[in-house]
């Protein structure tokens, strides 16, 4: 992968196919990421935990994406698998070199706990 837009790309092919498989070779070994459920440093636990996020979804709608040289802002909904809400979903990926390495995540932690959102 040359363009950081092709890694960015199959990162989200990976999330609305819910294919974990599909992050290998486009995360970096170091990769580092933090969001609303914790901090993650390496490829093989991202890709693990990306897994169980996806078992539990039943896929994404990119509302728009922005791509700044290395830095791609993706606004996402996040549809649960047992439920017709959706989560609105902001994700900053970094690439170098083709490679993710680092990606920073947030929404409202509420809706994966299934916790009343009026709180």
Known sequence: MSAPSESVDRYFEAWSTRDSSLLRGILA?????????????????????????????RGIDVVKQWTECGDTLTWFDLH??????????????????????????????????????NA
Request: glycine share 8%.
């Open 29 to 57: 070994p170091d990769v580092d990421v933090i969001g609303p459920l914790g901090h993650i440093s390496g490829a093989a636990k991202y890709e693990q935990a990306l897994g169980h996020i996806f078992s539990i979804t």
């Open 80 to 117: 649960h698998a047992n439920s017709p809400d959706s989560t609105p979903v902001a994700n900053w990926v970094h690439v170098e070199n083709g490679l993710i390495t680092r990606v920073r995540i947030t929404f409202d932690a509420r809706a994966v706990f299934g916790k009343d959102n």
